[in-house]
């Protein structure tokens, strides 16, 4: 039913200069494999095999990244290295991707706005790569698919969030529906700690049905004079419904050098180790 996953992908990650100066901070390794490589897969697990990328200049190893390289796998051909690939080409292999460039860093509104030309009339989820989300079970984005499969509006991920970092966040106000499940009441993008709605923080995961697109051009620039989704969703839920999920897993910052410290250890222990 939901078959697409848009990646916004154009920002610059200058908190992570100079290694970001002319890569792309979404191939960033988190041990040895991209943080986008994380995403798409979280997309693919979730039946989401339709990738569409909002990219921006600089990005160009994002789309090498999810194409065949026959003269690599030439050359590793008989030497046992071809399993360190093949997870990525089984990936490449199950999705249809798609590009589309974003003119100007407009935020994350104008992203998805932007993204509109790769979605068209149906309803799609929204990852952020930089937040990286591991769980034992289904991952984070199957979670939603199934919610939307139940409520059929769009939904957000939210983590409770310390004092200290809220003005980081999409804050939402809701009221209960069920166990880890609101119904959203209000929405603030970046908020003060005494504007703050209530400590729940959207992180990097939305599933978003197509009026959005409608919504947004309807949305004045919010934040930093930036097309914020927050307020987008905000009027969603006032026309309509918006549902806030608290998602079953952990979720790294990877946008923040500490993040990313804690989810290579983490993914090293994990995936790594366990498995060498
Ligand atoms: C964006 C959104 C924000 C959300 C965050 C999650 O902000 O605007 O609402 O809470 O992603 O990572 P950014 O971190 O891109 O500034």
Redesign the pocket.
Known sequence: MIQKCLF?VA?YGTRFLPATKSSPKEMLPVVNKPLIEYAVEEAVDAGLTRVGFVTGRGKRAIEDHFDINYELEDQIRGTGKEDLIHPTRELIGACEFSYTRQKEMK???NAVLTGETLIGDEPFAVV?A??LCITDGEGVLMQMVKLFRQFRCSI?AVEEVSDDHIH????VAGELVKDGIYRVTD?V??PTRDQAPSNL????RYILTPNIFDVLRDTLPG?NG?L???DALKAQAQEGCVLAYRFKGRRF?C?SIDGFVEATNHCYEKFYKAGS
């Open positions: 916004p920002g935020g994350l509104g952020l930089d937040d957000v980081q966040y999409g804050v929405m993008e970046k923080g959207i992180i990097g934040k930036e914020q989704i927050t910052d946008g």
